[in-house]
């Protein structure tokens, strides 16, 4: 079993929604029970049963048609959404190396084996007070960046249902970390907008 969602925040979306993916034909049967709130309605709209009824828990999880047509859109359109993306974060990869150096930034690697899905470009900076100052630096030049999730060990439910002696290196990645902008709308020029400002920044 493996899922994709289709959230706002996603390469490929539709604002909310996802995918179930299974070659276990069992456990497609049972998705398309869950789906359909508990009932056997796609075996009645095959023509297995002659009427359908509950067969199973389960809630409405169909999309609605415009919401299908967005999706489809976007994944015709996979191949040029992927690449618009790829080129942002590997220019950003590329041309911030030497400065992440300097500065004691880390940036992501990608294994030879392995391939990077263009969804988020982030680094870690040396220190967590450095964070804000790099921020500040960069909103001040039109550009916005975001950190990413906090600790879960330290989230009201992660000190509620969590069992942690502490949880440093989780921590200080969550303290050190920021996104860089990504989006299919980036054109070359605001590319290196972003990266002409990241290299001006020193600690």
Not at 12 to 38: D, M, N, S, V
Request: glycine share 6%.
């Amino acid at each position: 079993m493996a899922t994709l969602s289709f959230h706002v925040t996603k390469n490929i979306q539709c604002g909310e929604g996802g995918a179930f993916l299974t070659r276990h034909e069992p456990l497609a049967e049972r998705a398309h029970i869950l789906r359909e709130k508990g009932t056997n309605r796609r075996a009645f709209l095959n023509g297995a049963v002659d009427k359908y009824t509950w067969v199973d828990i389960g809630s409405s999880f169909l999309a609605p048609d415009y919401v299908a047509a967005f999706l489809i859109a976007q994944l015709e359109d996979y191949e040029s959404i992927q690449t618009k993306r790829r080129f942002v974060w590997d220019s950003y990869a590329t041309q911030l190396v030497d400065w992440a150096g300097n500065v004691g930034a880390t940036l992501p690697t990608v294994p030879d084996y392995a391939q990077h899905t263009s969804h988020l470009f982030w680094l870690t900076l040396a220190k967590p007070e450095q964070r804000e100052n790099f921020m500040k630096f960069l909103h001040e030049r039109g550009i916005g960046t975001t950190f990413h999730y906090q600790s879960l060990a330290h989230s009201p439910a992660g000190k509620k249902f969590g069992w942690t002696d502490g949880t440093p290196i989780a921590d200080l990645v969550a303290d050190t970390l920021v996104r860089l902008p990504i989006s299919v709308e980036m054109t070359e020029s605001m590319v290196q907008q972003v990266v002409s400002a990241v290299l001006e920044w020193t600690p």
